[in-house]
């Protein structure tokens, strides 16, 4: 399929996706308010910079967009037809640098929990009530040190 814009064009459009604030981190923020929980975002002072930090529990929180960080058999994935060795090598290094952010977390005594964009939209997105479980479920438990969440049958 060809694309429908210039290269110029699309290079703009892609160039102005943020990396804060995005839809399915608001989206978490409001529930975990919602639940009572209180968060800061951001924390730079952090590996990583996780997007959402619960200090009390020491958990990071990283809502992972499915394209960007290349979620597997996600249907919001889809390689670029056009300049596939580029789009490979980004988001490979994404991936790395989230096992690299993750471990030193991990190694610093907190706890990480990447929610995955398909778990809030798409054909694969929890209702809200199994997505406050999960959360609850995580942040209550000390004793793991991981977890994602996913969208159902991914």
């Not at 290269?7 to 399915?24: D, F, H, L, Q, V």
Request: charged letters at 30%; proline letters at 4%.
């Amino acid at each position: 399929m060809v694309d429908i814009v210039t290269p110029e064009k699309r290079s703009e459009m892609m160039a102005g996706i943020s990396g804060k604030n995005t839809k399915p981190e608001i989206f978490v923020r409001q529930t975990l308010h919602r639940m009572g929980y209180r968060f800061r975002l951001h924390r730079k002072d952090l590996p990583g910079k996780p997007d959402i930090f619960l200090p009390r529990y020491r958990v990071a929180i990283f809502v992972q967009g499915c394209f960007w960080h290349g979620h597997g058999d996600c249907h919001l994935f889809r390689l670029p037809k056009t300049r596939v060795k580029f789009w490979e090598i980004k988001i490979f290094d994404n991936k790395e640098r989230d096992a690299r952010m993750r471990s030193e977390l991990i190694q610093a005594g907190y706890r990480v929990l990447d929610i995955w964009e398909c778990t809030i939209k798409g054909k694969t997105a929890l209702d809200t009530g199994l997505l406050e479980k999960e959360l609850n479920q995580f942040i209550s438990n000390s004793h793991k040190n991981y977890h994602e969440i996913r969208g159902r049958d991914n």
